[in-house]
């Protein structure tokens, strides 16, 4: 079995973050989804635990970060090409998110990304093949 990434993050309201991932195309476990928590599905491999504050405490003995002043992870996803990075940033910040830099374009890769509601940061990236297989 492939090692799955469960990447958990806080939310300050469940429901608008839910409707945000839902407008850049992400779709939830209702498994393993109730009012405190859901489970967004990246990939086969890949999954976003959104957490009300509430529930993230119960996790770490840590306080949470506020992710609009301070930076703890960088989320970074790859995709099929630059117009899907494009896509995927249009789509974020169409439905109430931000942008904090320009497009990064390295020839081999080429990467945009976006702040959630809540601020996390969103890379996302494209990487011409033959980068990836040169190794």
Not at 1 to 27: C, H, Q, Y
Not at 57 to 79: H, N, R
Not at 90 to 99: E, F, Y
Request: charged fraction near 25%.
């Amino acid at each position: 079995m492939a090692t799955k990434i469960f990447v958990n993050l806080p939310v300050k309201d469940l429901n608008r973050s839910v409707e945000f991932f839902s407008k850049l195309g992400f779709s939830f476990n209702t498994q393993f989804t109730d009012e405190t928590a859901t489970c967004m599905i990246v990939s086969d491999d890949i999954f976003v635990m959104l957490l009300t504050h509430e529930k993230f405490k119960t996790f770490t003995p840590k306080e949470i970060s506020d992710a609009t002043k301070s930076t703890e992870v960088l989320v970074c996803l790859s995709s099929q090409s630059r117009e899907e990075v494009d896509e995927m940033v249009r789509k974020a910040v169409t439905a109430g998110g931000t942008t904090y830099n320009e497009p990064q374009d390295h020839g081999f890769m080429y990467g945009h990304g976006f702040s959630d509601l809540d601020g996390h940061i969103w890379e996302i990236i494209y990487m011409e093949p033959s980068a990836i297989n040169q190794g």
